[in-house]
């Protein structure tokens, strides 16, 4: 799906802003069929459970719903009209007047719907959102929903971050022609100095097309006629981690000398390739630095914005992150295009986190069933899984940061019935896009002995909490058991290896000369025995702490106001550790360090 943009040919209108919002009901309501009641209003891009204060609101669980008033420009007679939603937390359902236009499963990608027979340009109508929160053992992520005593319902879930819903990224109107582009994929490759460009483009009906590559300063490189073709370009300029180059390709649909459709589309050209322990891009070893991450900022929830999305990308720039993960959903578009445009590399996610129920089982929550059977994660669960992979390679396809497609965040890899889960998943990966490399992160209790599924991909993510979760306080022993964990996976596969998460919770300011859990300097002692076994193991070529940030979680009494594993706190301010690691990552670079050598 191509992001909707102004060219020559299309119109685009942002619809953020306020709009009126109500609660439904548990039987279900229909609001669209008038104004809504009520003095309600929610802020759109913005998860709308912080926003209030009454805890119903926030604690809800089932459908709210936005509505505002929507003019057409008068202008946009003859052209087709859509509405796009980037995203739904967690389904959503959009009305235009009383007319359902569009409905969609998956909170984290994004959704549309042709109006152009139910409005007429320069006139207004009633634009209805409803989104759902609901999670049930067939949605990704998971989740179950239980019934009090006294007749509330709650939802429960197996990801350990709060479970915000509502519009949390933009919603636009925009116009396109009749005959248009509809898709574009990009493929890039390079023949010694030559940059090869391979593009397929889909039209909504048969037309003549032309494509053109332009460089950063506009001026044409290459060109050629076709719905199909490759394009190539002498002494190319790559796209590389912390120097981006962008080209622009610009696809026409020609009537004669009539431009009839025009979109224009940031291409980076650029390789990657796993070769033996080794991760290339460019030919060249790459060494993740960086984080997992989360879309999660005070009052606005997941809701997306600008201005933390810039401070955060300095922020990593100051501590000479080269790489984040997208955990454990797809981040909003304006992220990954940041991301291109400063030379960030992305492991891009999907919303599969919590297929597991081994975990609630293993700390004694009381579910002792089995992850993968027809009562819990079962076919439909696959189904809806295998979709949010389609929606999120169609759309992040084309991006140059994304160098990865992660399958999965701590599913019950030991557990029967993984594999015949999972094979079916990373062959449709690998089918949708055979460029990059497909990885999935491991929980702690999976071994090399007992993981079921760590074979099937190209590079193995670890979720480590050696000296937090196990042997916490005793740094020494945690050192021994890491290393020897991480010798026998390089060495039972052979594979590339990412640290995918490790991190201890840290509240800020918290002091102690002891190695005392929580104080900031445990955090950083605890980050640096990681960092001396990872440079002694030779398959290590990256680590993603946990996390960027503090951030909101469920309650819990393990939770002290969220997780404190960020070396940021929530409001963006450095913990001792990010010290530590700004010196670290700042003199590594995208080098792998070598363990320095013990004196003879």
């Known amino acids: 799906m191509l992001k909707p943009t102004a060219t020559a040919t299309r119109e685009l209108v942002s619809l953020d802003g306020l709009w009126r919002f109500a609660v439904g009901t548990a039987a279900g309501d229909q609001p669209w069929l008038g104004p809504f009641d009520g003095t309600l209003e929610a802020a759109v891009p913005a998860s709308y459970n912080d926003l209030f204060v009454d805890p119903a609101i926030r604690d809800h669980v089932g459908w709210v719903w936005y509505q505002r008033t929507v003019r057409v420009p008068r202008g946009w007679a003859g052209e087709r009209i859509l509405v796009r939603v980037d995203a739904a937390t967690h389904a959503g359902k959009v009305y235009a007047d009383d007319r359902l236009v569009a409905e969609h499963s998956g909170g984290y990608t994004p959704f549309e719907a042709d109006i152009t027979d139910v409005v007429a340009a320069g006139d207004e109508f009633r634009l209805t959102i409803g989104v759902s929160n609901e999670l049930t053992n067939t949605t990704i992520p998971p989740g ?15 990801h350990d971050f709060y479970n915000y819903s509502g519009l949390a990224r933009s919603v636009w109107l925009y116009s396109v022609p009749p005959v248009r ?51 190539r370009v002498p002494q190319v300029t790559l796209w590389q981690p912390g120097r981006a180059y962008l080209y622009e390709l610009v696809v026409e649909i020609h009537d004669g000398d009539t431009v009839l459709d025009q979109y224009r589309l940031p291409v980076g050209v650029r390789t990657v390739e796993v070769r033996g322990t080794q991760f290339l891009i460019n030919g060249e070893p790459f060494y993740f630095t960086g984080f997992g991450k989360h879309e999660d900022t005070a009052v606005r929830g997941k809701g997306h914005d600008n201005a933390y999305l810039v401070h955060d990308f300095q922020l990593m720039d100051w501590i000479g992150a080269n ?83 992660c399958v999965s965040n701590e599913p019950s890899s030991i557990e029967e019935g993984a594999r015949e889960y999972f094979a079916p998943l990373v062959a449709l990966t690998r089918e949708l896009d055979p460029t990059r490399p497909v990885t999935y992160a491991s929980f702690m209790f999976a071994t090399p002995g007992n993981d079921r599924i ?50 201890a919770d840290t509240m800020p300011g918290l002091h102690s000369v002891w190695d005392i859990p929580w104080t900031e300097e445990y955090q950083t002692a605890f980050l ?5 076994v990872f440079d002694r193991i030779e398959a290590m070529v990256g680590e993603h702490v946990w996390n960027f940030a503090d951030f909101r979680t469920s309650n819990g009494i393990h ?15 450095p913990k001792a550790a990010a010290h530590m690691l700004r010196r670290r990552w700042r003199q590594i670079g995208s080098t792998k360090p070598q363990a320095p050598r013990s004196r003879a």
Request: glycine letters at 10%; a negative charge; proline letters at 4%.
């Open 181 to 231: 582009v509809s898709d574009i994929a990009v493929v890039t490759d390079v023949d010694g100095r030559t940059g090869v460009i391979d593009y397929t483009v889909t039209t909504t009906a048969p037309a003549s097309v032309r494509v053109s590559l332009r460089d950063a300063a506009g001026d044409e490189v290459a060109a050629g006629p076709g719905e199909r073709g490759s394009l």
């Open 559 to 573: 939770r002290v106001d969220g997780n404190k594993k960020g070396v940021f706190t929530r409001d963006r301010l």
């Open 528 to 532: 640096e025995m990681h960092h001396r």
């Open 454 to 503: 760590a074979d099937l991909f190209d590079v193995l993510g670890l979720n480590r909490y050696h000296g937090w979760y196990m042997a916490n306080g005793d740094l020494a022993t945690a050192e021994a058991d890491l290393e020897a964990e991480l010798t026998a996976w390089a060495a039972a596969h052979g594979k590339p290896i990412i640290m995918s998460e490790y991190g």
């Open 323 to 405: 790489s984040f993960r997208t955990s454990h959903y797809p981040y909003a578009e304006e992220v990954m295009d940041f991301a291109d445009r400063h030379g960030i590399v992305v492991i891009d996610e999907t919303a599969a986190v919590g297929l597991n129920l081994f975990i609630e089982g293993g700390i004694g929550r009381g579910d002792k069933r089995p992850t993968f059977s027809p009562e819990t994660m079962n076919d439909e669960t696959r189904n809806a899984h295998a979709q949010a992979l389609r929606e999120l390679i169609a759309r992040d396809k084309n991006h140059p940061s994304v160098v990865m497609w």
């Open 144 to 158: 179950t929903i239980t019934v009090t005593p006294d007749g509330r319902r709650q939802q429960k879930y197996l």
